[in-house]
């Protein structure tokens, strides 16, 4: 598809806190919906370890005690799907006001293309993704179950047969969000430590199915790539794929402080993280 060349802001921000980075997102989004930014692709990392819950999923999903004695920390998305942990990952947003031609359309149409911009950024990494059209869900699999990375759905993005990106948007009337982790290394299933499971052979049996559906880029590959390198592909893929020009700047001093507020009232307030 011919989208016509197009100029978006490149946001690459440090390690931060789960509440900051959702704050910030929804503060972009809000300024691109008042036409006061340019359509943005955000790139970031998190900094302690986050689990994130999705916009619906149930509190109850969640072990305090298990949060606390590992040092994690906890917010919930503004997007739908179930919960990530943010870790030795690479993260991307893209933000962008509802007639943007790449986001224009249904949640699917935008995430089909979409997909053509993260599958390109994962081949410039050596990664043999795909973006599968329909993804029926495996035998044995819980689609209510807590786990994001379990189950992949349409338009994620997998490798050699498992889920290698999860992502989930939100449309609202300042635009579209759409964000979603690349796994670089690490042990998936430490999910599951911070979980709820009606026992521990419950807990086993969900990490082991997460390790036969789900991967890091390092176990695709056979070694590790740093998250410069990811999110330098990112960039370049986002470019190809999409036919855009980006401008690298940080979030205006308006954005910030938009995110400062955010995180506080929201993000990191029990009234929106515990509120179902």
Same mark, same amino acid.
């Given at each position: 598809? @011919?989208?016509?060349?197009?100029?978006?802001?490149? *946001?690459?921000? $440090?390690?931060?806190?789960?509440?900051?980075?959702?704050?910030?997102?929804?503060?972009?989004?809000?300024?691109?919906?008042?036409?006061?930014?340019?359509?943005?692709?955000?790139?970031?990392?998190?900094?302690?370890?986050?689990?994130?819950?999705?916009?619906?999923?149930?509190?109850?999903?969640?072990? =305090?005690?298990?949060?606390?004695?590992?040092?994690?920390?906890?917010?919930? =998305?503004?997007?739908?799907?179930?919960? !990530?942990?943010?870790?030795?990952?690479?993260?991307?947003?893209?933000?962008?006001?509802?007639?943007?031609?790449?986001?224009?359309?249904?949640?699917?149409?935008?995430?089909?293309?979409?997909?053509?911009?993260?599958? #390109?950024?994962?081949?410039?990494?050596?990664?043999?993704?795909?973006? @599968?059209?329909?993804?029926?869900? $495996?035998?044995?699999?819980? $689609?209510?179950?807590? !786990?994001?990375?379990?189950?992949?759905?349409?338009?994620?993005?997998?490798?050699?047969?498992?889920?290698?990106?999860?992502?989930?948007?939100? #449309?609202?009337?300042?635009?579209?969000?759409?964000?979603?982790?690349?796994?670089?290394?690490?042990?998936?299933?430490? !999910?599951?430590?911070?979980?709820?499971?009606? @026992?521990?052979?419950?807990?086993?049996?969900?990490?082991?199915?997460?390790?036969? =559906?789900?991967?890091?880029?390092?176990? !695709?590959?056979?070694?590790?790539?740093?998250?410069?390198?990811?999110? &330098?592909?990112?960039? =370049?893929?986002?470019?190809?794929?999409? &036919?855009?020009?980006?401008?690298?700047?940080?979030?205006?001093?308006?954005?910030?402080? #938009?995110?400062?507020?955010?995180?506080?009232?929201?993000?990191?307030? $029990?009234?929106?993280?515990?509120? *179902?």
């Amino acid at each position: 598809m @011919d989208f016509g060349h197009a100029r978006w802001r490149l *946001i690459l921000t $440090p390690p931060a806190r789960g509440a900051w980075n959702m704050a910030l997102d929804e503060a972009i989004l809000e300024a691109v919906g008042r036409g006061e930014a340019l359509p943005t692709l955000r790139l970031f990392a998190w900094q302690p370890p986050c689990l994130s819950l999705g916009y619906a999923q149930p509190f109850a999903d969640i072990s =305090r005690p298990a949060l606390l004695s590992l040092g994690w920390d906890l917010t919930r =998305r503004p997007t739908g799907g179930r919960a !990530i942990l943010h870790t030795d990952e690479l993260t991307y947003s893209v933000i962008a006001p509802l007639h943007e031609p790449r986001v224009a359309g249904s949640i699917l149409e935008s995430y089909r293309r979409l997909s053509q911009a993260l599958v #390109r950024s994962l081949q410039l990494l050596g990664l043999p993704a795909r973006a @599968d059209e329909r993804y029926d869900l $495996p035998p044995g699999s819980d $689609p209510k179950g807590a !786990i994001c990375f379990e189950v992949p759905s349409n338009y994620e993005i997998t490798a050699n047969n498992k889920k290698l990106i999860g992502s989930a948007q939100a #449309r609202r009337r300042d635009g579209v969000l759409q964000h979603g982790s690349l796994p670089l290394w690490g042990d998936l299933t430490r !999910i599951t430590w911070a979980l709820t499971f009606p @026992d521990e052979n419950a807990r086993q049996e969900a990490a082991g199915r997460l390790l036969q =559906r789900a991967a890091t880029a390092e176990s !695709i590959l056979g070694r590790r790539i740093s998250w410069k390198q990811a999110a &330098d592909a990112f960039q =370049r893929g986002f470019s190809e794929a999409l &036919d855009i020009e980006f401008a690298e700047m940080p979030p205006s001093p308006g954005e910030l402080t #938009r995110a400062e507020e955010l995180a506080q009232t929201r993000y990191g307030h $029990p009234d929106w993280v515990e509120r *179902i």
